[in-house]
């Protein structure tokens, strides 16, 4: 399988702590992007970072990436409850048609 | 509008049934996805239209069959399908193939009793 790992599997912390996850993916890719999912529903596109970038910023978004090592790292900082979240990443390959290949995913849970 | 709709929001189905889900989005975008999302797992990409034309199949069984009547709107029709089936099924748009955001709807909760 193509899929990327994530970890952790599951984050718990409080509101205002800072939270990072990390993807690692196995192939040459293009970009890489984050995407958020609330409770089994639709994902919401965050952040994307492409293969000649080393770091990202969103508001209180950080992603970080390194080819070399073939992986990323999402920083959320200043977390809030409404931060909790099902966390994916998603590589796209180089060449042609844009398709995703998600990451597991991590969990978070934020805390009040 | 950018937002992606998906009917229905939940479905039940018998393994006889014939029932069609439909996403539509009209935002202009010409390509279109399926995705299958188990639970607690990742989306899996199922079907991708690029410009109203069937681009890629991932290898998905033919009880699953995609159609792109125009390009705001996209379905898949469901026959004889399988308890493994039940899943959250995502549909999602993107400005062009080779466009790297994809806009995902709702999705539809299926459940094949």
């Known amino acids: 399988s193509q899929q990327g790992e994530e970890d952790p599997q599951a984050l718990s912390i409080q509101e205002g702590e800072n939270a990072t996850m990390n993807c690692s993916y196995k192939?040459?890719?293009?970009?890489l992007q984050w995407y958020r999912q609330n409770s089994g529903r639709g994902l919401v596109h965050l952040i994307l970072?492409?293969?000649?970038?080393r770091e990202k910023h969103s508001g209180r978004l950080r992603v970080t990436l390194d080819t070399s090592k073939k992986s990323s790292s999402l920083l959320i900082t200043a977390s809030r409850a409404a931060d909790t979240a099902s966390y994916f990443c998603?590589?796209?390959?180089?060449?042609?048609?844009?398709?995703?290949?998600f990451g597991t995913g991590t969990r978070l849970l934020v805390s009040p | 509008d950018t937002e992606v709709t998906q009917t229905p929001k939940h479905l039940v189905m018998g393994m006889t049934n014939k029932k069609s889900l439909k996403c539509e989005q009209h935002?202009?975008?010409?390509?279109m996805y399926w995705y299958k999302q188990k639970a607690k797992k990742p989306p899996e990409l199922m079907f991708v239209?690029?410009?109203?034309?069937?681009?890629i199949n991932e290898s998905v069984p033919s009880r699953f069959s995609p159609e792109c009547p125009n390009s705001s709107l996209l379905n898949l029709h469901l026959h004889a399908l399988q308890p493994e089936d039940s899943a959250l099924y995502l549909c999602?748009?993107?400005?062009?193939?080779?466009?790297?955001?994809?806009?995902f709807g709702p999705g539809t909760r299926l459940l094949v009793l």
């Open positions: 935002m202009g975008h010409r390509a």
């Open positions: 999602a748009s993107s400005q062009a193939p080779t466009q790297e955001t994809q806009y």
């Open positions: 970072i492409r293969s000649n970038e």
């Open positions: 192939t040459s890719i293009n970009n």
């Open positions: 239209y690029s410009y109203e034309k069937l681009s």
């Open positions: 998603a590589t796209a390959q180089p060449g042609g048609f844009q398709k995703l290949v």
